[in-house]
């Protein structure tokens, strides 16, 4: 309220959260269109870290707010939701366009890559991420934002449907939410 109040904002809420979050101006859900300054950005609803979770597509721009849903190399717990729903969303921002630069909650790339080399040790796309990763940190630069396209490939959370990451957990033929929920249980243990 405070927040509100000094600066004079907007508060836009997940309606499924609304109830929880003090002085909502504006509930949103999926499909519906937020304006933040000149820029217009396409909400998508993407439960399983909390029932409510949403992110912001801003097409135009070639950008995505994720959240705690989707991070580089990596995706967040799943606290309120079940795996499947987790699942589901991660396929929402999958399927975004592959230029589409994410912008996540929290920056833990170089420990996400610690924990895919577990999954999948002989993805050479995602040594040379870890390659790429190590040289942006020694140099003091950030790790995000990164593309939905390098995800695609280097993000074990993002390919439980690739029948060699179930093979490589002892997984082939298991649906992919049940391989995604195996990954998230071991990145849980990590």
Known sequence: MALKEKYKCRVVAPAAEADTIPAVDLTVREGDKVTVGKLSASVIETPGHTNGHIAYWFHANKLAFVGDTLFSIGCGRVIEGTPGMMWRSLVKLRDLPNDTAIYCGHEYT?????????????????????????????????????????????????????????????????????????????????
Do not use: C, H, W, Y
């Not at 050479?124 to 790790?143: D, N, S, Y």
């Not at 993000?155 to 093979?167: G, T, W």
């Open 110 to 190: 170089a420990a996400n890559i610690r924990f895919a080399r577990t999954i999948e040790p002989d993805n050479a796309v995602l040594a040379a991420r870890e390659a790429q990763v190590q040289q942006q940190i020694a140099q003091g630069k950030p790790t995000i934002p990164v593309t939905i396209g390098d995800e695609k490939l280097a993000n074990p959370f993002l390919r439980a449907d690739q029948p060699e990451v179930a093979a490589a957990i002892g997984m082939a033929g298991k649906e992919p939410s049940q391989v995604f929920a195996e990954i998230r249980a071991r990145k849980n243990k990590f």
